[in-house]
C-alpha cells in the first residue's frame, strides 16, 4: 500500500525554536497533503490543506504565520513550527492523497511527536 | 457540538467476547464514512469503510444509519490485538478536497 513517511518521528526543542516537519510521500505523488494536530485524548484536527505548487489553505483558527507549510514537490510538504511554544507541543500528523483519478483516501504518515520545554 | 461524538470508553472487552459501539455525526451532508484505528502514538490507519447497506471485513462489521445520523462498528471474537482506540470519521466530500472530520475515539481493551 501507499506509504507516507514523517521526519523526525520525534522532537525536543527549547521554546522559541522554530522546527520543520517533513511529509514524503514515497511510492504515490500526493497532489494534496494535509496536516492534522492531535493533543491527547482529543480529536485529530485538520490544520490545513495544500495542493502542490500553490499556497496552502489554513483551517479557522491556525495563525498561518505561525506554522509555514510549503508543498514544493508532488512528493513532499514540510510544516514548519515558527518560534515554538509548550503549547505548541502536540502530535503533527500528514496525511497525502493523489487526486488525479478521483476521489481517493487519504494515507497517513507515521506522526511526528513534538515537544516544546 | 462536537462535528463526531464518539463514547471515549473504554471498552473493557473479554478475550473472545464481541464488543460494539456507536458514533453519531452532526452534519447531514455527510456522504463518506469511514473506521479508523490508531495505537498509542501512532498515526490512525483505515480499519474499513462504511457503506450505506452496511458491510463487513472478517470480524469487523459497520453499519450506517442515515436517518439517524450515526455509525456503529462491531468486532467479534475480540483479539488481544484489537486493543486500540477506533476513529470514526467522517467526509463531507462538498469541496473537492474531501476533508475528514474525526471523532476523538473510542478506546478498546481486550483482556486475556
Known amino acids: 500500500g501507499a506509504v507516507v513517511s514523517q521526519h523526525p518521528s520525534w522532537v525536543i526543542c527549547k521554546s522559541g525554536t522554530s522546527v520543520k516537519i517533513e511529509c514524503r510521500s514515497l511510492d504515490f505523488q500526493a497532489t494534496t497533503m494535509f496536516w492534522y494536530r492531535q493533543f491527547p485524548k482529543q480529536s485529530l484536527m485538520l490544520m490545513a490543506t495544500?495542493?502542490?505548487?500553490?499556497?496552502?489553505?489554513?483551517e479557522q483558527g491556525v495563525e498561518k504565520d505561525k506554522f509555514l507549510i510549503n508543498h514544493a514537490s508532488l512528493t513532499l510538504s514540510t510544516l514548519t513550527v515558527t518560534s515554538a511554544h509548550p503549547e505548541d507541543s502536540s502530535f503533527y500528523i500528514c496525511s497525502a492523497r493523489d487526486d488525479r483519478q478521483g476521489y481517493q483516501p487519504q494515507h497517513f504518515g507515521d506522526g511526528t511527536r513534538l515537544s516544546i520545554l | 457540538r462536537k462535528e463526531v461524538e464518539q463514547d471515549p470508553g473504554p471498552f473493557n472487552v473479554p478475550e473472545g467476547a464481541t464488543v460494539a459501539f456507536n458514533c453519531t455525526y452532526s452534519?447531514?451532508?455527510?456522504?463518506?464514512f469511514f473506521w479508523y484505528r490508531q495505537d498509542c502514538r501512532k498515526e490512525p490507519k483505515l480499519l474499513m469503510s462504511v457503506y450505506s447497506s452496511g458491510n463487513e471485513d472478517g470480524r469487523f462489521t459497520a453499519q450506517l444509519n442515515r436517518a439517524s445520523q450515526y455509525i456503529s462498528l462491531l468486532i467479534r471474537d475480540s483479539k488481544l490485538s484489537d486493543s486500540a482506540t477506533y476513529l470514526c470519521?467522517?467526509?463531507?466530500?462538498?469541496?473537492?478536497?474531501?476533508?475528514?472530520?474525526f471523532g476523538a475515539g473510542t478506546q478498546v481493551v481486550v483482556t486475556p
Open positions: 452534519n447531514s451532508a455527510s456522504q463518506s
Open positions: 470519521v467522517v467526509s463531507d466530500q462538498t469541496d473537492s478536497w474531501g476533508k475528514l472530520q
Open positions: 495544500s495542493n502542490e505548487g500553490s499556497k496552502a489553505t489554513y
